[in-house]
Every structure is written in C-alpha cells, then in structure tokens.
C-alpha cells in the first residue's frame, strides 16, 4: 500500500507541475479559465454577532457580505448532473452511490476506490467522470453554511456548507458508527507531506458539514484502518484551478485565469481579523486603492498544493510570491495563516470565528503523534475566534487539538481591471510565425512593430530552450529542437503573446 501511495503521489506531482507549467505559459488570455464562485455570505457579522451590513468609513466594513463575488448560479440536467454555470463543471447530483436512495455508510469510498470507480461512472450518459482535485472541489462550498457542535447526535436543524436545492448531501452515518460531523468528501489532491506525526499519507477533502478543507488520513496510524468518504464525481473545463501569474515588475501578481491581483508579499504580521479588515480598506499601492481582503475561496485559489513547508522546504503557494516565516507552536521554522473576510459562522457562537488558509503547517497537538504536529496539511482551510487569547489554548482545542490562530497575517488582492476585462496592457499588434509546423529554422515577423521584440521558446516540460531580441524580424535556428509540440512567448513593450509551434 505505501509502495502505491508513493507512486500515486510521484504521478500526480509529475502531471499538476506539467500542467500549471505549461498554462502559465498561456498568461494573457481573455477568458477567465478558472472563475472563483463566491461565497454565498450575505449576512454582515462583528466579532460576535450579525449586524447590519457596514458601509465604507464603518467598522467592519470590507467583509465577505461588502464584496459577495461571483453568484452562484446552477442548472439541473435532470439526468443525474448539476452544470455549474460560472466554472463550467458539471458534478453528480448526488454522492448515492449505490442508488439505493439513501446516503449513508454504504456510499463511503476509500480514497484509491474513489480514484478507480470514475472510470466505470456513466451518470448521465457521461463517461469521462473523474474525481475532483480539491480546488474543484472547494468550488461548491458555500458559508451561508453553519458549524455544528462535533458532538452533535442528530442533523435535524443543521445547515451544511453546499447548495442543497441542487445538490444532494449527507452527513455521517450515526447508526454505522460515524459522527453527525463525518460528512467529509474526498478530492484528487494528495498531500506532499505525511500528516500526524509524520505517521500518515493524507489526502484533502472539504467537509460540506462543517465548512472546512483538511488533509485526511488515508489508512489511520497505529490502527491500520482504511478512512472511507463522500465521493462526487465532476467533468468537464480541464483547466479549473490551474493558475495563469504574472509578475507585474511592481510588487503585485496578476492571475489572468481568475482575473485577481494580488499583492505579491502578505503585510509581514499577524494581526486580528478586524484589525485585517481595516488594513485592507485603507490600503493603496502599485497606484490602485481598490484593495481588499480576500474571500476565503479566492485566497485558496492561490494554494499550491505540490508545496509544503515538510516536502518543499516553502510555504504552500507559487515561489513567484513572498511569504513571511514564522514559528510555530512546536517551535520550528513554518509559515503563517491568512485571514479571509469571510466569517465562519457557527450554530453555536454566532460570528465569532473567521475562515483562513494554512500556508503552513495545519498544526494540532495529539499525544500520541508526539504532541504538536501537522495535522491537517498546508493548504488547508479552518477557522479561529475573531477575538481572545490564543495562550488560553496551550494544547490547542477540538479532536485534533488545532491550534488556535487569533492573530494572522494578510494577503490582499483586486480584480485584475474592475471596468475593462483582464487584458489591460493588449497592443494592437500582429505576431507572424513562419513556417509552423517548422523544421530547421522558425521566423518571427511583428507587424507594425518597432519596438524590441524578445522571445523565449519553452519545450513541453515547461523548459527554455532558446530565447533572444530583435526588432522586426527574427531568423530562429532549430535544428536541434526534437520534435514535438512547443510555446513561444513573445514580448514587446507592455504586451505578451503566448503560441502555439510544433517542430516536424
């Protein structure tokens, strides 16, 4: 079994760095390949309570509810599926997957069953299922959702974290041994580095019951016991969740998939939620006064899940960005928490706990993995008090033990541009490319173009393998390229052009 979960995870690493490779080739597109859905938040909330929504100059202002992004909008097909119509994912309506009309123990999949069963999926008359990667996933949480009490016995009353007028859910299966809070479905995504003591392979998931992401055990230490989960199975828009960053030269980040800027370092302190908020609306920078704390589905949008402080030595997210070292609970080297301006509302505390995003360590203390350790991966998603003392939790709180973050650093972000669409600096200027399929030699022609044109070739492993400048025409030798498909980027003055060559 270890044998196969390292090689599952070599593969998947292998195939998301060719593709998030090859697509940030692609940056200036016009199409937004990767639309952030918004939260569903429309309630206001302080450090406790809702209150009516705050305007600009007021307190609280700059929350989930100020700025609600992209609405939800579904369609059911009627045979099965659900088409989301801003991500262009369609998903099975429900997770039945025994058709017995009940959700319950018997629909729970171990991770490698979940994996293996999309091939032989036909919901709909569709034979190209498969099982989501977590930013798919992430993509139908909804925060109008309500955290439950992990004790709870019974559903009645409770809200879950998903569109339950489209989609079908379930939380866990008491009468199997399950918590109420077990509603955990599981995604593609592997965690690069063990969990729990450095004891366990995980796997990431999102638990529509209690609106969080984490890196589940897939076979529970000490035990040996497999962990079995939800599975909804999605089609459909390949290129969901793959970045397209640009560094703007100015401290910012442009991702011309989701049409967000972001500031390219986080503000280098931890802070209070409210104190994060007020940060936000009164910042100005790279000449724009229009940023803003981000919601938590778009700051996990910049998660890079083949990263982690364990595996990669970094935070979870691209090296193009700055991300401030911190120390963690057990003492070593770790990166922070970011808030988002989402608040994680709770049937038992109303709004005092806010959503964030480990780009760390998702630290816990358990005894028997040692006391403080990652738990629940970089790249996951919990939520903390608004408000307190973080030394109140010396061994963190809740099964795991998490850690409790009150204090959290600050990552903001803008639209790429609010008024005219995300290819702001596009020239009216046409690339030539000739002879393409090439041979021995591929010329690069700029019509009505003056300025200096610089081009670098990448292979298909995302690799430069010639570059150069000019002004006008350009005679590139190719002789020794292989042949197969590759990308040229050409530059000149504020413009990128991304194409397409193939080398016979």
């Not at 004790?151 to 079908?168: E, H, M, N, V, W």
């Not at 350790?373 to 790249?379: L, R």
Request: charged share 15%; glycine share 10%; hydrophobic share 30%.
């Amino acid at each position: 079994m270890k044998r196969i979960l390292k090689k599952s995870i070599a593969v998947n690493l292998i195939a998301i760095i060719y593709v998030m490779t090859m697509t940030n080739l692609i940056g200036l597109s016009q199409t937004i390949t990767y639309p952030i859905v918004g939260t569903g938040q429309t309630i206001s909330y302080d450090t406790t309570s809702a209150i009516t929504m705050p305007t600009i100059g007021q307190a609280f202002y700059g929350q989930n509810s100020n700025h609600p992004g992209n609405t939800r909008s579904y369609t059911n097909n009627g045979d099965g599926t659900v088409t989301d119509n801003v991500t262009g994912l369609m998903w099975q309506q429900s997770p039945d997957k025994n058709s017995d009309g009940i959700i319950n123990i018997d629909d729970k999949r171990s991770y490698s069953e979940a994996v293996d069963s999309a091939a032989s999926c036909n919901t709909g008359g569709y034979h190209d299922w498969r099982l989501p990667t977590i930013k798919e996933l992430y993509s139908l949480i909804m925060f109008y959702g309500l955290d439950l009490d992990p004790q709870a016995t019974s559903s009645s009353g409770l809200t879950p974290f998903i569109d339950t007028t489209y989609f079908k859910f379930g939380y866990g299966d008491v009468s199997a041994g399950d918590r109420i809070i077990d509603g955990n479905f599981v995604s593609s995504t592997l965690s690069v580095s063990k969990i729990c003591g450095l004891q366990a392979d995980a796997v990431f998931g999102v638990n529509f019951a209690d609106g969080r992401i984490k890196g589940y055990p897939i076979i529970f230490p000490g035990i040996g016991t497999i962990n079995h989960f939800y599975c909804r199975y999605v089609r459909g828009n390949a290129n969901y969740g793959i970045n397209s960053y640009t560094d703007n030269g100015n401290g910012t980040i442009s991702d011309y998939a989701t049409g967000l800027m972001w500031m390219q370092n986080d503000n280098s302190q931890a802070i209070s939620w409210e104190s994060a908020l007020s940060y936000a609306e009164n910042f100005t920078y790279a000449g724009f006064s229009d940023w803003r704390l981000p919601d938590t589905k778009e700051l996990q949008s910049i998660v890079d899940y083949t990263r982690s402080p364990a595996a990669t030595n970094s935070a979870a997210i691209n090296p193009i960005f700055n991300c401030t070292q911190i120390t963690n609970e057990a003492g070593i080297s770790d990166y922070p928490c970011d808030w988002s301006n989402t608040t994680h509302a709770s049937m038992m505390g109303g709004g005092r706990a806010a959503a964030y995003i480990c780009f760390g360590r998702g630290m816990g203390y358990m005894v028997p993995f040692g006391g403080w350790s990652d738990v629940h991966g970089a790249g996951c998603q919990r939520s903390d008090p608004k408000t307190g003392n973080a030394s109140d939790f010396p061994t963190g709180r809740g099964p795991q033990g998490d850690a409790i973050r009150i204090l959290n650093y600050v990552r903001l972000v803008r639209y790429v541009n609010p008024s005219t669409g995300i290819n702001e600096n596009k020239e009216d200027i046409s690339p030539n490319l000739y002879p393409n399929p090439f041979t021995d030699k591929l010329v690069i022609e700029i019509q009505g173009n003056n300025k200096i044109t610089t081009y670098e070739i990448y292979n298909p492993f995302g690799q430069i393998v010639q570059k150069g400048s000019s002004v006008g025409k350009t005679v590139v030798q190719t002789n020794s390229f292989s042949p197969g498909v590759y990308l040229i980027k050409l530059e000149y003055g504020k413009t990128y052009e991304f194409k397409k060559i193939v080398k016979e």
